[in-house]
């Protein structure tokens, strides 16, 4: 992979290995502005993300080191809708680079996620498994022998998820390990983006009723989508991770001890996924599938939308 | 105890023929080490967070305490004995499917003791659940998929891959939601067929589906359906609501119908467009299997241990050949012997391929396999054992 492809796609294992041989003499000022800027494009002006066309290695090396700096900033910060902003723009931009890339690039990027990935015909597929990690939508893919089959547009979308959810999955940093000069450019720049909106436990979705029914506990065999309702709420309303893991063990110690415990543990790793995937949307609709609730609640702002809400 | 219930004298007759059992023909989970059990002598689970390091000491508890109930855990663990559950260390699990169908739809005589057709049809149910989702779409090997009956009226599925054992619940909810089709929007594969919103003289959206080329849902879609055009007569069509002139054209240009629709052209002939809306519904409706959702998805799942006996029944869990299994002579604990039963109302147990009647308050000398059964579902009580 050459210079320019890591610049492109600098959460890739190749773009890794090329910050590693290129090396990291020393971390400088610009370096730090140029990370802040890159996460503050994300958050407040929407921007697309740093990366894509570097005329020079050092450019294309700061660039890199820019995406690095930026994430080890994030989790510094800690703070989760700043993150998720964050990955997913720099996961949009990837995706419509991609779609622009000839078939080698476009499908040795994709293997970086899913192992499996092939073409042939026109057409790609990914493992099962492998489509499982990532992405959604079983019911209404090509599935056959263990392979799911899509169309280029289709495994882009697939990516944008894997992107997403790699560039959210932080690295655990100890706020004495992090460099001086790191901590405080991250301090600044905590200072310098919007406040979340919401921080507490009751926040839009939190505060629906039919949230609150769910929070009150789910008996046997609606638990699993219990807790993913209440995940999902808690990522929209923009909690962090700790704060959201305190209402997740607050449903799970809620919830009926049936035949089978439910646990803190099963309602996490429902926390996690949806963590990993922040994309997700609330939907009454799937809630009243999945039986969590009756009839649309008499004052909920979703009543009225078809899909989604 | 009420008069026809298992009391001590019947509880201690049934742990005494299942700790016989289980010293003859013990069950040992695969990879028993890493497994939690749960035991039930009153309840399906008394008792759990039970681990044992090996077979010999899963024998002795067997044959010592002789549960009425043995379950194991779909998950592997480290510490598979600790508590409470996160000290356990949690490596993966198996994926499991559970075919639980309390009766069919078609009319049947039913009994509510132990019914073989409702046991018919949800092994029908897992035969295609193993044949055309776990093999077919999800491409397991037969050697992947371990199939047991369940002891009483469904089946259990287990997925033993290592390719699996990582998923975390949302990929298996979206496993056991495709096998439903839970959630499947038909709408988005036959494009067009419900157009009826139309304004007057304005084009109607052409009626594009499946081919024969498709995968998943729509080839199962696709196979349903032009197996029904295939298949169907004039009248056939007429009762779909298409007028005479309509159902001749299409009888008459069938093959033509049949290779526009291979092509994903659902609407080459007049007429065509009024049989999808109820053809696809039908597809979704014959080609889903039903499953326990809730078992598929939960990662720290007790479930039936296969080849332990079922305590409401006395049938073992059996593993089996789907093709060639019938519960109730297969799966038989205690084929030989007899036992002399009264039971309070007139009883007809279908079992070892006979039709065994008790009569109310009548003591009736029966199989052995009818009165554990009749003991297990604590509708009679035991007069004298042989």
């Known amino acids: 992979m050459d210079a320019l492809v890591a610049a492109k796609y600098p959460f890739t294992s190749f773009a890794k290995k090329y910050l590693q041989a290129a090396g990291v003499e020393k971390i400088d000022s610009n370096a730090l502005e140029e990370a802040k800027s890159r996460v503050i494009a994300a958050v407040r002006e929407g921007g697309r993300g740093a990366g894509g066309a570097r005329g020079t290695s050092e450019a294309t090396r700061a660039g890199l080191v820019s995406y690095a700096l930026a994430r080890i900033m994030l989790a510094y910060i800690g703070k989760s809708g700043v993150s998720r902003k964050f990955a997913l723009r720099e996961a949009r931009a990837a995706a419509e680079r991609l779609e622009a890339e000839d078939e080698e690039l476009f499908i040795s990027v994709a293997r970086d996620f899913f192992p499996s990935a092939a073409a042939a015909a026109g057409e790609y597929s990914v493992s099962l498994p492998d489509f499982l990690k990532y992405g959604s939508g079983l019911i209404h893919a090509g599935v056959e022998a263990g392979k799911v089959f899509m169309d280029r547009g289709d495994l882009t979308g697939v990516l944008r998820e894997a992107i997403t959810a790699k560039v959210m999955d932080l690295p655990k940093v100890r706020a004495s390990e992090v460099p001086a000069l790191v901590r405080e450019a991250a301090e600044e720049l905590e200072e310098e983006l919007p406040k979340e909106s919401f921080t507490g436990f009751a926040g839009k979705h939190l505060a629906l009723s039919c949230v609150k029914k769910i929070l009150s506990g789910m008996e046997e065999g609606r638990r699993y989508y219990g807790s993913m309702a209440l995940a999902i709420a808690c990522i929209r309303d923009g909690l962090a991770r700790e704060e959201a893991k305190k209402v997740m063990e607050q449903y799970a110690g809620n919830c009926r001890r049936a035949t089978h415990p439910f646990t803190a543990r099963e309602a996490l790793a429902t926390l996690d996924w949806v963590y990993k995937h922040p994309a997700i949307r609330f939907s009454c609709r799937t809630m009243r599938e999945n039986g969590l609730i009756g009839e649309y609640c008499e004052s909920c702002p979703y009543r009225f939308k078809k899909r989604g809400g | ?386």
């Not at chain 2, 002891?151 to 054992?165: E, M, P, Q, T």
């Not at chain 2, 081919?211 to 007569?233: L, P």
């Not at chain 2, 070892?352 to 009647?357: D, H, P, S, T, Y």
């Open chain 2, 1 to 386: 105890m009420n008069e026809t219930g298992s009391g001590a004298r019947e509880t201690s007759f049934l742990k005494k023929k299942f700790s016989e059992h289980y010293s003859r023909s013990l069950p040992v989970p695969p990879a028993l080490a890493q497994r939690e059990l749960g035991f039930g002598w009153e309840k399906k689970i008394d008792y759990r967070h039970k681990a044992f390091a090996s077979p010999g000491e899963f024998r002795s508890f067997m044959v010592s305490e002789a549960p009425l109930f043995v379950s194991y855990s779909t998950a592997y663990y480290e510490f598979p004995g600790a508590r409470p559950m996160e000290k356990k260390g949690y490596l993966g699990s198996d994926v499991v499917f559970d075919i639980d169908i309390q009766h069919t739809e078609e009319p049947h005589a039913h009994n509510s003791l132990i019914c073989p057709a409702c046991i018919e049809r949800a092994k029908e149910d897992a035969l295609r659940l193993a044949e055309d989702f776990l093999c077919s779409d999800f491409g397991f090997s037969q050697k992947e998929v371990s199939v047991n009956y369940s002891g009483s009226k469904g089946f259990h599925l287990h997925v033993l891959s290592d390719a699996v054992r990582q998923l975390p619940a949302s990929a298996r909810a979206q496993l056991a939601d495709y096998v439903a089709a839970q959630g499947l929007d038909a709408a988005r594969l036959v494009t067009g067929a419900g157009d009826k919103t139309r304004e007057k003289g304005a084009a109607r959206e052409a009626i594009r589906g499946p081919g024969s080329k498709s995968r998943g849902w729509g080839k199962k879609i696709f196979d349903y359906c032009a197996g029904f055009v295939s298949g169907a007569s004039l009248e056939s069509f007429k009762e779909a609501g298409l007028t005479r002139k309509e159902a001749e054209r299409i009888v008459s240009e069938k093959e033509f119908v049949l290779k526009k629709m291979r092509e994903g052209n659902w609407d080459a002939v007049a007429g065509l467009d009024k049989l999808w809306k109820k053809a696809v519904a039908d597809a979704v409706a014959a080609e889903k299997v039903v499953v326990d959702r809730s078992v598929t998805i939960d990662q720290a799942r007790l479930i039936r241990l296969p080849d332990s006996i079922h305590g409401d029944t006395g049938l073992v869990a059996k593993k089996c050949d789907l093709k060639r299994f019938n519960p109730l002579t297969d799966a038989v604990a205690f084929p030989e012997g007899l036992a002399r039963v009264r039971a309070e109302e007139d009883l007809f147990v279908p079992i070892l391929g006979k039709a065994i009647e008790v009569r109310a308050n009548v003591p009736t000398d029966v199989p052995l396999a009818a009165a554990v059964l009749l003991l297990c579902k604590k509708k009679a009580v035991l007069v004298q054992e042989y």
